[in-house]
């Protein structure tokens, strides 16, 4: 399914286990976002979400949790400071 961004959205949230590492599917259910919108994310210039992948190959990328939990704490907000002009 795709929404109105664009973005591919899966229609049953898919539980995600606590684990050392994610693929692309687990960090979409994780915070509810689509597969476009993470490798935008991954392909920004200014703090890239940290997706790795083993040398030679195009598929099966990964990021670590903990640099997972770090950058999604750099990248969001509180929903209380969501709509205060900065």
Known sequence: MIDE????????KIPVPIQDFYDIREICSLVNIGVNRVYEYAKR???PLPL???PG?????F?????????V??????????????
């Open 57 to 61: 190959t195009k598929r099966g990328a």
């Open 52 to 54: 790795r992948c083993f």
């Open 73 to 86: 704490k750099r990248n969001s907000i509180l929903i209380v400071t969501r709509h205060r002009k900065i």
């Open 5 to 12: 961004r664009g973005d591919e959205r899966q229609l049953h």
């Open 63 to 71: 990021v670590f949790r903990n640099e997972f939990e770090e950058w």
């Open 45 to 47: 210039k200014d703090d």
